[in-house]
């Protein structure tokens, strides 16, 4: 079972309902997630009473009909508008065919479950609601941040930063529901994109399978929206949320510069970071995840081939006008102690740029691959995963402008001068 977002302000359920079971399991689930202000209530014909027992609603309302069928959707779609203006609508059904899963969708209907419903289930679909419900009330509040990995050469470890640096962003740290991550101290509610649809590996890695992917929500473009995002991601015991790479390999071709950006750019109204973790081929829709980013980081290790790759890669980011997103490059598995910062000092000299070292740890890096583990969860004292929030804090930090994190950090200039037009000054 995941565990769900923390939410600042307390939520309020309303589950209209018949059985005495689902009740039962009902409160046990928001009791797990805690601050959610809940209100059952039992009725014998559930669609003729809801009406009746909205009563002005909640973020959620959660109605368990006798019936989802032809009959019974005008009921259900005069529910789901009155609930809609408030909160959001979930359904628990005994049956419910295909088409009308997608008439319930098109109405607005957040999520629909089919008995029997077990408790992580129940958990999972609450939490997630709970989310969107969440992005509903911060509306016109500033946007989430993006960043964007970019590889600069095969094997440069950039899908492990992706997933690592999600945790260090949330700010996950003790265990708890269900002796998993306890997400009660999260600040930051975060998200990795693969953008790799042809050997991405983020969800492997953290031991998450999922059935949703790039390919699921490009076949639904022209009504995808927050709450089918929201829907295709799988979440992480710590509480990082992963769209999934495609289980089959995917033409790059397949997707377009704008259906991407508008998938990056739903995510950053749900979440407060997202992090992408890109192929390494240089896509036709590249500068437009790309344009759609905060922050630029490309990835290297200290191989001969991958300093040669980030000069070609540095070169398309300044053709392409975005050298002022790309404040640094990140140095990957450098070896520890002085040989490994030498190394990292020669090939800031070399590219002309200013580097963020990550060192290797390879035992740590083994333990956590082969368990779908974080660093931290298996050594937050090691070298990787101390230099990679190291790192993080300094991306953070130049983001947001603030020298106060990092002491010796130089906030490049945000004028066009020459020497930012040249890129060698940030």
Not at 123 to 135: E, G, H, I, N
Not at 155 to 172: D, E, K, P, R
Not at 300 to 310: C, D, I, M, R, S
Not at 385 to 406: C, G, N, P, W, Y
């Amino acid at each position: 079972m995941t565990s769900a977002i923390s939410i600042s302000q307390a939520n309020s359920l309303l589950a209209i309902i018949n059985s005495p079971e689902l009740k039962t399991d009902l409160a046990v689930v928001t009791g797990k997630i805690g601050n959610v202000e809940t209100n059952i209530k039992t009725a014998g014909n559930v669609l003729e009473q809801s009406g009746a027992l909205l009563n002005g609603g909640a973020d959620i309302v959660l109605i368990e009909p006798e019936y989802v069928i032809a009959e019974t959707m005008m009921q259900i779609e005069a529910l789901c508008l009155d609930v809609n203006q408030k909160g959001e609508l979930i359904i628990i059904a005994d049956h419910c065919s295909p088409e009308t899963m997608r008439d319930l969708f098109k109405m607005g209907v957040a999520d629909v479950l089919i008995k029997p419903v077990t408790q992580e289930v129940l958990y999972d679909a609450l939490s997630a609601t709970l989310q969107k419900s969440r992005s509903r009330s911060n509306k016109g509040a500033s946007s989430g941040k993006v960043y964007s990995l970019v590889k600069c050469g095969g094997g440069v470890g950039a899908t492990s930063l992706a997933t690592n640096m999600a945790q260090i962003l949330s700010g996950v740290e003790r265990k708890g529901l269900f002796g998993k991550s306890d997400n009660s101290k999260t600040q930051k509610t975060v998200a990795v994109l693969d953008f790799d649809v042809q050997f991405g590996t983020a969800a492997m890695s953290l031991n998450l399978k999922g059935k949703n992917s790039l390919v699921d929500l490009r076949r639904a473009a022209e009504r995808m929206d927050g709450s089918m995002l929201l829907a295709s991601l799988k979440q992480h015991e710590s509480g990082v949320y992963v769209l999934c790479s495609p289980q089959d390999v995917v033409p790059f071709n397949a997707f377009d510069g704008d259906f991407m950006a508008k998938v990056v750019n739903l995510a950053r109204q749900l979440f407060d970071y997202v992090i992408i973790d890109l192929p390494l081929a240089w896509c036709d829709w590249t500068p437009s995840v790309l344009n759609a980013s905060d922050v630029i980081v490309p990835v290297l290790t200290p191989g001969v081939e991958h300093v040669y790759n980030a000069q070609r890669v540095i070169s398309l980011i300044k053709q392409s006008g975005m050298q002022a997103k790309t404040p640094y490059i990140m140095v990957n598995r450098l070896d520890k102690g002085m040989g490994g910062k030498d190394r990292n000092e020669q090939i800031a000299k070399l590219l002309k740029f200013k580097t963020l070292p990550v060192f290797d740890d390879e035992k740590t890096y083994k333990i956590a691959r082969e368990r779908g583990q974080l660093l931290a969860d298996v050594n937050k004292n090691g070298p990787a995963f101390k230099s990679l929030k190291s790192a993080t804090d300094t991306i953070q930090a130049i983001e947001r402008q603030d020298a106060s994190v990092h002491p010796d950090l130089q906030i490049p200039p945000t004028s066009n001068n020459k020497e930012t037009q040249t890129g060698r000054n940030v």
